[in-house]
């Protein structure tokens, strides 16, 4: 082979190797907001866990139960756990609470300034 087609070979490999970091950073950055808006009352541990992925920090219940902004009673919601996600790409987190049976029953999107 001759030394254009090893030129072409480095340029197509080049150009593979952007458009695929041009769609991780795409799908990074729509991953958590995409996952959320989706995300409904209910929806076992093992959805959020297949939508969201692995949380960055589990910890008890802090907020007062609401679901997207929207306050919910307390009896109802009975909140004992909470996925917290962080994205490397936006400002903010995404908050997912559970209940005693692994059902999500808060959900929060806080931002920083």
Known sequence: MNRRHW??????LKLALLLLTASWLVHQYYRYPRAYERLRPGASR???LRSFGKP???TGCQHEPMWDGEPINEKSANCVQEFWYYSRMRIGN???GFD????????YYASSP
């Open 7 to 12: 030129l072409w070979v480095a340029v197509g």
């Open 46 to 48: 093992t959805d959020v």
């Open 56 to 58: 960055d920090e589990v």
């Open 94 to 96: 995404w908050i997912v």
């Open 100 to 107: 005693a049976n692994d059902r999500a029953v808060t959900k």
